[in-house]
């Protein structure tokens, strides 16, 4: 019986090349469907996909985990605002309504800001995006692990309070850093789920923050999450990141991130070795 089942499946000669990536590759297949338990594990990761999209975020839980989370966070609690997006549904069929604070949430703000005077350097702005899964799940040992390494950083970077947005866009952080008068503005937001990666987050940071700035403000880590870029290399590449924009006074296109970049070391005849 188990070698008739065995026969069912005619495996694909590609299907080694699947401990390498998440994508769906050599398949297989069953006549000429899919085998059955690939469909199933597709169905499953539409689903996930769906669900991370459509559900809301759990801000009491996310504030619960932050209390017990060891992030040294600045002394008050964070703040709570939301978006123009009244619901889910009206945030994913207006994304504009999600780059803008909601008039309740501009006037909790403002009120804030006029009683905090002094400037702050970096303004953290936790945002639900388009998976909430990514930031219930990540959002937490993010925090944790930049806070952890901004402790021994040598900038002397000043905290504002940690904020979260509800229904929120990537642009909302500028419209926040904005008031709180930061320096810099860290997103950390939900991508947009794939089907082998509905938790995955991502990191947007700004220089000189202000309502309005393009994409072309703006830097990107992505796919941050256990099983992609992790909490440790998405952090010191956020603090490089933030280092060079403070050298160079900007952000975005005109920031490039080395932090990948490899070293071509030459050979002791003075030749790369690339042409030896």
């Not at 501009?106 to 970096?122: P, R, T």
């Amino acid at each position: 019986m188990s070698k008739q089942k065995k026969s069912l499946v005619t495996e694909n000669v590609w299907r080694v090349l699947r401990q390498f990536t998440d994508a769906r590759i050599g398949l297989g297949r069953a006549g000429v469907s899919l085998p059955t338990h690939e469909l199933l594990k597709f169905q499953l990761a539409h689903a996930q996909a769906r669900d991370a999209v459509h559900f809301p975020l759990d801000v009491k839980r996310l504030l619960k985990d932050l209390g017990e989370s060891a992030a040294a966070l600045p002394g008050q609690s964070p703040l709570l605002l939301k978006s123009q997006a009244e619901d889910r549904l009206t945030y994913l069929q207006r994304p504009d309504l999600g780059r803008s604070l909601s008039q309740e949430s501009l006037e909790c703000l403002a009120g804030f800001c006029s009683g905090n005077s002094g400037k702050s350097d970096v303004a953290i702005v936790i945002v639900d995006g388009l998976s909430s899964s990514a930031i219930q799940n990540n959002a937490v040992p993010m925090v944790t692990q930049f806070l952890r390494d901004l402790e021994e950083e040598a900038g002397d970077w000043l905290l504002a309070p940690l904020i979260i947005v509800e229904q929120g866009r990537v642009a909302i952080g500028d419209e926040i850093g904005e008031c709180l008068g930061a320096s810099v503005v860290v997103v950390l937001i939900g991508e947009r789920p794939g089907l082998s990666s509905p938790d995955s987050l991502g990191i947007y940071l700004s220089w000189g923050p202000k309502s309005g700035l393009s994409d072309a403000r703006r830097n990107c880590i992505s796919n941050v999450r256990p099983a992609g870029l992790s909490f440790e290399h998405a952090s010191q590449r956020l603090l490089y990141l933030m280092r060079e924009a403070r050298r160079l006074g900007t952000s975005g296109v005109s920031l490039k991130d080395r932090t990948q970049e490899v070293v071509i070391e030459k050979t002791g005849n003075n030749k790369n070795f690339l042409t030896d």
